[in-house]
């Protein structure tokens, strides 16, 4: 019973990839190109998740400022620092609705990047961000979930036609932080291969 239940995590999350990849390859290049624009010219990736996601968005960062699996020249990345054992972080009713958008407003600068996770697309904190982010002529990509609800996502409705919206169709967190990850991994394979070419990368 037991084995069978961890089998059907993986092919849950493999189905769940096999009918994404479709939808989101697009939207995925469209942030890829944003996020090239943005450090050819000298700017900087802001990446900032609610909750749980808050430790991708720091993954992302660890990755584009280091490497993801090609050795090349630093790239320009901050993971703000959140709550991550906040339950209400990714909720209307965030305690401090106000952190990510106060570091936005002190380190952002125009034509840089807002990288933005949301797995229920309703955060306080993350939708004060994207709003900070617009303050200061800044990009936005949002990685969102539950995009099939009827409910529609708040920062969704936030962002404007020049930002980027990555949202996975899936109620269950752990399925959704799954295709965000594989997203992100996604970016920074993208952005070192315009820079670097397409070989193949290492393993």
Known sequence: MLEQRIQQHFIDSADLKYQTGP???????????????CVTSGGKVLACGAGV????????????????ERERPELGAIAL????????ADGLDAPDADRFARQVRALGQAGDVLLALSISGQSASVLA?????????????ALL?????GAGSTIGRALRETDV??????????RIH????????CLCDGVDAQLLGEQEASS
Do not use: C, W, Y
């Open 81 to 88: 620092p959140g709550d991550a054992t906040d339950p209400a």
């Open 178 to 185: 799954e295709i965000h990850q594989i997203a992100l991994h």
């Open 165 to 174: 919206q990555i949202s996975v169709p899936h109620e269950r967190a752990a």
């Open 23 to 37: 939808v989101l390859s697009k939207p995925i290049s469209q942030a890829m190109q944003a996020l090239l624009a």
């Open 129 to 141: 961000a994207v709003a900070a982010a617009h303050e200061r002529d800044m990009t936005v990509v």
């Open 145 to 149: 979930g539950n995009a099939a609800s």
């Open 53 to 68: 996601s808050g430790l991708l968005a720091a993954q992302f960062a660890a990755q584009f400022v280091g490497r993801f």
